[in-house]
């Protein structure tokens, strides 16, 4: 059983470990400006007019059934693989899990 300390040392460690590598990568990274780098990226022509464009409501509907899907997969292929030793207990509560993942596609 893992104590408050022992979490509170992990967290410690953790925050401690991050921040010295991004003191780190502060410290080795190049410092010096050029125009070259201050350049327009992706075609090397300066934008005219409006950059921002409107994406269809259509295109966030396949990435929310995507995750929706993904999930459902991630967390029934490992109740399939066990399915005969959950029982008609397992069986209920992968109904109750299929049951709300419907309910949030409809």
């Known amino acids: 059983m ?3 300390a022992t979490i509170a040392i992990f967290a410690i460690v953790s925050v401690g470990f991050a921040v010295l590598l ?3 990568a502060s410290l080795l990274r190049a410092k010096f400006r050029d125009d ?3 350049t327009v ?3 090397g022509m300066p934008t005219q007019g409006d ?7 259509r295109f966030y509907t396949y990435a929310l059934l995507f995750v929706l899907f993904d999930v459902e997969t991630l967390y029934l292929y490992p109740w399939a693989v ?3 030793d959950s029982g008609l207990q397992g069986l209920a509560v992968i ?4 049951g709300m993942l419907l309910l949030g596609l409809f």
């Not at 950059?51 to 409501?57: A, F, G, K, L, Q």
């Not at 109904?95 to 299929?98: D, T």
């Open 95 to 98: 109904g109750i899990f299929v």
């Open 2 to 4: 893992l104590d408050s």
């Open 41 to 43: 990226y992706e075609c």
């Open 51 to 57: 950059t921002e464009i409107r994406t269809n409501m």
């Open 36 to 38: 070259v780098k201050e």
């Open 22 to 24: 991004l003191a780190l």
């Open 82 to 84: 066990g399915a005969k």
